[in-house]
């Protein structure tokens, strides 16, 4: 880099940058940036269009795998993940047509997140509105393998005008019967727990009002309690201290810590909840036992050197993946409390950017601040597609996806949800 000068990789030389008309200048470093991360954002999605697909790994097509298969080489896990590393990289991607009761609603607003039930039939949606609050709504999946999906939203006059930091789906009835919302009114926040059923056309005469709201300050994360020795509980996770409240009694438990708590998850097989912090810090806490002074209550404790935004535990519980505002991605043993693989490729400098981790298949999906989606192999961390988004790159159009191998319930189709701006897009398999 020359000091005044810029350089084109075009004309393959050096420009002076001058001053023009009442010391404006159009060329600056940023926009010279935007421009080329715009030009190989429209050259990928181009190939895409053109099928020109590469494969996941040299050597790798689905008659060999079927061939190793048979001849007993791969076992059905081994066979099943690649099957799917395979149809990952030949994703194809469609917009997706949204209905909705009310014709105002449908198309109207910015995503700003989905967030899938367990059984990924259902996704809660947060639309950015005109006047600077937040519109909620819940897509129904099961119209995905047709032609459009159909949207049943409800627009709830309490929380209209409310921002929201996070969301988790919760199950306080049945399994994810209501939805935890971390919001920021103005000073403080608030927390609610909402029946899911508030936003559903089928009983609009009898809907059920709040469970549970109450003020707290700035909420940064949530997460809701599936083990039955700490039932009906969520946590939350605020400025310098973490809350885990029970929805029933209205007990609260409150744990200081050092640092901002911008990430949160429950175990399943253990009342233990693992937090990640400003800080870089990772750290779990058993809710069972009482909250002493000091910080003798964390039992585990792992360190990042930027600020973790995402953690997401594997299945056995003996691993944590953790993302941090680096743009590094780390999968720890929580036994050794060691590192064991790193992801590369995620950008990210200061953005709360969640993880999806796919464990069935093999999969981990991120999406960066640069608005590419990642999709790595969990098993050994090789990058296996980088997906452009449809829109140009900006910190408002960061886009928020759902990935699942039955996208709409048990009989649904695999695939990618992507939400960008107004659109909605599913990358099919097919």
């Known amino acids: 880099e020359l000091p005044g000068f810029y350089y084109d990789s075009e004309k393959n030389r050096y420009f002076r940058l001058l001053p023009g008309h009442n010391n404006y200048n159009p060329l600056t470093k940023e926009s010279i940036q935007y421009k080329a991360m715009e030009c190989k954002r429209l050259r990928l999605l181009e190939e895409e269009e053109k099928q020109k697909k590469k494969t996941t790994r040299a050597g790798l097509n689905s008659s060999m795998l079927l061939q190793k298969r048979q001849l007993g080489l791969l076992s059905s896990t081994s066979y099943c993940r690649l099957v799917h590393e395979l149809k990952v990289n030949c994703m194809q991607r469609r917009k997706i047509e949204i209905h909705s009761p009310d014709s105002s609603v449908a198309g109207t607003n910015n995503f700003k997140i989905i967030v899938a039930d367990v059984a990924c039939e259902r996704i809660f949606t947060v639309n950015d509105v005109e006047h600077g609050g937040c519109k909620y709504g819940i897509i129904n999946l099961s119209g995905l393998g047709k032609e459009s999906l159909t949207v049943e939203m409800y627009d709830n006059l309490y929380f209209t005008n409310r921002k929201v930091n996070s969301v988790c789906w919760a199950s306080l009835t049945h399994p994810d019967s209501h939805l935890c919302l971390m919001g920021i009114a103005e000073t403080p926040g608030c927390a609610s727990l909402l029946p899911a059923s ?42 310098r201290r973490v809350l885990v409240t029970n929805v029933v009694t ?32 990772i750290f779990s806490i058993d809710v069972r036992q009482r909250n002493r002074k000091g910080q003798s209550w964390k039992a585990i404790r792992l360190f990042h050197d930027s600020a973790v935004t995402s953690i997401r535990l594997l299945e056995a519980e003996h691993y944590v993946m953790a993302a941090d505002m680096a743009g590094k991605i780390k999968l720890w043993d929580l036994r050794t409390a060691k590192c064991v693989k790193q992801y590369k490729g995620h950008h990210n400098e200061y953005a709360i950017l969640p993880l999806h981790v796919n464990e069935e298949e093999g999969l981990l999906t991120a999406v960066g601040q640069d608005c590419y989606t990642r999709i790595w192999s969990l098993q050994d961390a090789h990058l296996l597609r980088t997906i452009p988004s449809p829109h140009p790159s900006s910190k408002d159009s960061i886009p928020s996806v759902v990935f699942s191998s039955r996208l709409g319930g048990s009989r649904g189709v695999p695939g990618l949800l992507m939400a960008v701006k107004q659109d909605l897009y599913h990358f099919s398999y097919n």
């Not at 089928?202 to 940064?220: E, H, V, Y």
């Not at 253990?270 to 912090?277: A, E, I, K, R």
């Open 250 to 281: 209205g007990h609260r438990q409150t744990f200081g810590t050092s640092s901002d708590v911008l990430a949160q998850q429950f175990a399943t097989q253990t009342p233990v909840l693992y937090n990640g912090c400003r800080s870089g810090e």
């Open 198 to 239: 508030l936003f559903s056309s089928t009983n609009p005469g009898d809907r059920p009002g709040m469970l549970c709201s109450f003020k707290i300050s700035t909420a940064w994360s949530c997460a809701w309690c599936l083990n039955p020795q700490a039932d009906n509980c969520f946590s939350t996770g605020l400025t």
